[in-house]
T-cell receptor, first 112, second 115 residues
Framework: DAGVIQSPRHEVTEMGQEVTLRCKPI?????LFWYRQTMMRGLELLIY????????DSGMPEDRFSAKMPNASFSTLKIQPSEPRDSAVYFC??????????FGSGTRLTVV | AQSVTQLGSHVSVSEGALVLLRCNYS??????LFWYVQYPNQGLQLLLK??????LVKGINGFEAEFKKSETSFHLTKPSAHMSDAAEYFC?????????????FGQGTTLQVKP
């Protein structure tokens, strides 16, 4: 199994630009999670899906952030417009059942 | 609301010494508890999990953790530290029964292993 695949691994963008992060979960997993990791705030759950349906998006910082899961094998997290304070490592994780996540390697986002 | 507190943001041990990383949780329902490890520039990897079966849980790489309800603790231990254990460790909690899938993480503990 290739595990949870995230792309890109690194992204540098200018303030105001749109950023799209991508995630391919493990086949057969019915939960998908997006987390953000920063030194100041640690690991924060942004949103999670069950069977492609968003269950809890209370962690999404503001309207500039949106996430979709059009099918069981793909999810995106979009930031529009991006700001320097969005700089962080964004992790996607998937799970079969609601625990025991498998994390991707993350996308390191830098907004300048 | 559920929460996790990891005592000590940095722990330093000598190679071969006992590793003890502390985690206390708060949960109004029976919790599921987890320990994850993160190596530099990598995602988090599951070390072990407690899901209301045996209170002493064995994980990968020689780690184990004991669930103590009376102390609301789930400390991670390893009898003998190895240089390769140097990493950041995260404790996490989620609901037990009626699990919603939402994992809440502690702030992490960086383990340094000295030769």
């Amino acid at each position: 199994d290739a595990g949870v695949i995230q792309s890109p691994r690194h992204e540098v963008t200018e303030m105001g630009q749109e950023v799209t992060l991508r995630c391919k979960p493990i086949s057969g997993h019915d939960y998908l999670f997006w987390y953000r990791q920063t030194m100041m705030r640690g690991l924060e759950l942004l949103i999670y899906f069950n069977n492609n349906v968003p269950i809890d998006d209370s962690g999404m910082p503001e309207d500039r952030f949106s996430a979709k899961m059009p099918n069981a094998s793909f999810s995106t997290l979009k930031i529009q417009p991006s700001e320097p304070r969005d700089s962080a490592v964004y992790f996607c994780a998937s799970a079969q059942g609601p625990y025991g996540y498998t994390f991707g390697s993350g996308t390191r986002l830098t907004v300048v | 609301a559920q929460s996790v507190t990891q005592l000590g943001s940095h722990v330093s041990v000598s190679e071969g010494a006992l590793v003890l990383l502390r985690c206390n949780y708060s949960s109004s329902v029976p919790p599921y508890l987890f320990w994850y490890v993160q190596y530099p520039n990598q995602g988090l990897q599951l070390l072990l999990k407690y899901t209301s079966a045996a209170t002493l849980v064995k994980g990968i790489n020689g780690f184990e953790a004991e669930f103590k309800k009376s102390e609301t603790s789930f400390h991670l231990t390893k009898p003998s530290a190895h240089m390769s254990d140097a990493a950041e460790y995260f404790c996490a909690v989620s609901h037990g029964s009626g699990n919603t899938g939402k994992l809440i993480f502690g702030q992490g503990t960086t383990l340094q292993v000295k030769p």
